[in-house]
């Protein structure tokens, strides 16, 4: 939120300089995110007067000026602004300045063969507005010469980072409350005197919709003349970021950026019968202010009247009913909404505003009269007219919560010292009632006061966080033992070994939408009040998160992606630890050895969550290859990796086309998963020493078998049948040849292994390697194979 130094003062009596109030507010808990000075952005600019102003020689829409700049001999500068004539005051920007629209630094140069020695500026070029028409036209009684900073008496402007638990604080009086309760002034609370009705409200208004809306009130004010903001009111609404728009709009906000109410005004002439509020019907639209259409649904609570919707309740209002230069009258409404409410509508319709902001962290609910009487008052007095009676409908939760608070509390809890006095006077200064047996009444606007802690919290931060004192942690004597949980051991070496074999880590959303989650079979938990809507299940997967990141990246012009990551899957069970990967595009670039790049294939991904496994300590050998992977893998080109049949570790393969083509990927992509939680613990106390390296005394032999197997036998079970044959004497067993076709009987194939046999205290004989290999033909004989002749 950004206010100026002159907007605070306004409610704040005080002598305290833009440092002073920085430092405070950061000491009582309101982040300042930065403090842009417009003296400093205004430097180099001055008021001038035009003495002449000629025709260029060599430019028609150009003239040359002469201008008097208070010192030295008058400058030569050309123009193209229609209304540049000798006699007017303007504002110069010598050689040196740097404009604030754009950051262009001025300098002397020649513009069409004649020399130009700075820029006369425009409202847009000094962002000070949108006009650009022509130069800035300053009254005749403008001292020439003066810096224009100093002329305007600009005002230090403060961006501060409002948590979203202190919406009290999303108006300038409510920093002024803060400020003064820490001591750096007094508040000046603002003089409200009712507006007296001089007619009866001509427009009936109701709320239909309790829940959403529970309170409406307004009032209508006919004879208004709609014209440009005063200076004040501009310069106000200009340092808050906010563009002036017309009188009666800029005092809305005035409102909203002051006290944190959001109002609403539309033109009554473009009204027709009641106002309401009530849900929307589903498939209603409306053009909002914004200039974008939105459809809206049963859910939305919406100000419509008996030809249709006008307002997005809370959010922003409809272009139809706006208020224009043209407008007489106007219907004034201020209203409560239901803060979830407010936040839900906004995450479907994907519509920001600066009332959603306040309204879905909950205004104060005490302020309907009030604000409308301030308004009320501030139009009489800017646009003239005359107020009719107040209308309501419904009325706003107003009941206090009251919470019994021990002061002793804030010793233990905040772990500083504050007297009893001191706390009573920090609570009622920020407009908490404390009666004597210590019963807080809080103001409705605190909704983030729940129980005694938060009390401790208003004491602790307002006494100042600064004067807490940092005290360590105990911690027991000696070398710290390790505090590393097994499961974050082993992602750990999973990182290191994923990153080695050239894998991106992503870190991904553990939230996905309703229809990603749909794709890879649907989410358990679904959040009630999610951040957005594309964000409301937690991820059943992590397969959709990397496929976005993918998207993106190819998008991007990326021809091969290696991307991993570590995470929790939320199932019906609970939360699970994961591993998962893609591989999109080429395995390898081009080259004049290789000729076309290979693209990744499912043997890839197998290889890889192979290799994953072996450094995560997972028995490998003993893997399982069965069946296919699911439903989010191609059919025939995936496969799950088991301990036993029901133990299932890991799955990879190629990724189904139709998922591909719902994340809008047209290149295939290889995937796997490993579920961390499946891998079976270590028994026995970790070692944290590595055994000494003792290579075998003898040296290695290798023998090669050629079997004839089932069609549909998988290879890695022929692997681990051969490897258990002898677990003594066979070391290694891989297969270097799949063979079907000429020679091999139909529903046959061909798998040749090259099985190591490692001799331990003397060599094999003869008759040690006849009986081995015979165990390895007979192990493999268990599977359907036979030797072939």
């Not at 307002?311 to 007489?328: F, L, Q």
């Not at 012009?557 to 069970?573: C, K, M, N, Q, T």
């Not at 270590?682 to 040296?699: I, T």
């Amino acid at each position: 939120m950004k206010f100026s130094l002159n907007w605070l003062k306004v409610y704040l009596t005080t002598e305290a300089d833009a440092a002073t109030i920085a430092a405070t507010l950061n000491a009582i808990g309101h982040e300042v995110e930065g403090i842009d000075d417009p003296a400093e952005r205004f430097a180099g600019f001055r008021i001038a007067e035009v003495l002449t102003a000629a025709p260029h020689p060599d430019a028609d829409k150009l003239q040359v000026l002469t201008v008097d700049t208070g010192e030295g001999e008058p400058l030569q500068v050309v123009c193209g602004a229609p209304n540049a004539r000798a006699g007017m005051k303007g504002v110069l920007g010598l050689p040196g300045a740097v404009v604030p629209a754009n950051g262009m630094e001025l300098r002397k140069s020649a513009i069409r063969g004649v020399e130009s020695n700075g820029m006369m500026c425009s409202v847009r070029e000094l962002e000070l507005g949108e006009e650009h028409d022509g130069i800035i036209e300053l009254p005749g009684d403008a001292p020439v010469g003066t810096d224009f900073a100093i002329y305007r008496g600009t005002s230090p402007v403060f961006d501060v980072a409002i948590t979203p638990n202190r919406p009290d604080c999303m108006g300038v009086y409510g920093i002024a409350r803060d400020l003064a309760a820490a001591g750096l002034g007094t508040l000046k609370p603002p003089r409200i005197d009712a507006v007296e009705g001089r007619f009866p409200c001509p427009v009936a208004i109701r709320t239909e919709d309790p829940e959403g809306c529970p309170a409406f009130y307004g009032r209508v004010i006919r004879g208004v003349t709609n014209g440009a903001s005063p200076e004040w009111l501009a310069n106000a609404l200009l340092s808050a970021g906010q563009r002036p728009i017309s009188a009666i709009v800029d005092l809305t906000n005035f409102m909203m950026l002051s006290y944190g109410r959001p109002a609403h005004a539309y033109d009554l002439a473009k009204l027709t019968g009641t106002v309401v509020a009530r849900r929307a019907v589903a498939g209603e639209q409306i053009e909002a202010l914004n200039e974008k259409t939105y459809t809206l649904d049963e859910t939305m609570t919406v100000i419509a009247d008996e030809a249709g919707v006008h307002d997005i309740a809370g959010i922003m209002g409809g272009e139809h009913s706006s208020v224009t230069p043209e407008t007489s009258d106007v219907l004034l409404e201020i209203a409560y909404f239901d803060p979830e409410r407010i936040g839900v509508t906004g995450r479907k319709l994907g519509l920001a505003s600066d009332a959603r902001t306040r309204f879905e962290r909950g205004v104060d609910p005490a302020f309907l009269d009030d604000g409308l009487a301030l308004l009320s008052a501030l139009i009489l007095e800017l646009c003239g007219g005359e107020a009719s009676d107040v209308v309501r409908a419904g009325a706003p939760p107003k009941e206090p919560r009251i919470v019994t608070f021990d002061p002793g509390l804030t010793r233990r809890l905040g772990g500083v010292e504050v007297a009893e006095d001191e706390q009573r006077r920090i609570l009622e200064a920020l407009d908490f009632r404390v009666d004597e047996a210590w019963q807080v009444t809080c103001p409705p606007r605190r909704h983030d006061i729940e129980g005694p802690a938060d009390l401790v919290e208003e004491v602790v931060r307002i006494h100042g966080l600064d004067k807490v004192e940092s005290v360590a942690l105990p911690r027991a004597e000696g070398v710290a033992k390790p505090t590393a949980t097994p499961l974050q051991l082993m992602e750990r070496k999973l990182r290191r070994a994923a990153a080695a074999r050239g894998l991106d880590e992503a870190i991904t959303w553990s939230f996905i939408s309703e229809r990603e989650a749909d794709l890879v079979g649907g989410g358990p938990w679904v959040l009630d009040n999610p951040i957005s809507e594309e964000m409301k299940v937690m991820r059943p997967s992590l397969l959709p998160g990397l496929l976005s990141a993918a998207r993106r990246n190819l998008a991007r012009g990326a021809s091969s992606l290696r991307l991993f990551e570590i995470g929790r899957r939320y199932l019906a069970d609970g939360e699970h630890p994961s591993l998962a990967f893609v591989l999109v595009g080429d395995e390898a670039e081009r080259g004049w050895k290789t000729g076309k790049p290979r693209t990744f294939d499912a043997y890839d991904a197998k290889a890889l969550v192979l290799d994953l496994l072996a450094a995560a300590g997972a028995p490998v050998g003993n893997l399982m290859v069965m069946g296919e992977a699911g439903e989010v893998y191609h059919p025939g080109q995936s496969a799950t990796l088991r301990l036993g049949p029901k133990n299932r570790i890991a799955s990879f393969g190629a990724v189904h086309p139709a998922l591909l083509k719902a994340f809008d990927i047209d290149v295939p992509v290889m995937a796997g998963g490993i579920h961390l939680d499946a891998i079976p613990v270590k028994k026995g106390a970790p070692s944290f020493a590595r055994a000494a390296y003792a290579p075998p005394a003898l040296q290695a032999i290798g023998r090669d078998f050629a079997f004839l197997v089932p069609a549909d036998l998988a290879a890695a079970d022929l692997v681990r049948v051969v490897k258990g044959a002898d677990k003594k004497a066979v070391v290694d067993a891989r297969v270097f040849d799949v063979f079907a076709g000429q020679g091999v009987p139909e529903g046959r194939k061909s798998v040749a292994l090259e099985v190591t046999l490692q001799p331990g205290e003397k060599s094999f004989t003869d008759v040690e390697i006849k009986a081995i290999s015979d165990k390895v033909v007979a192990a493999a004989a268990k599977q359907g194979a036979e030797l072939r002749g």
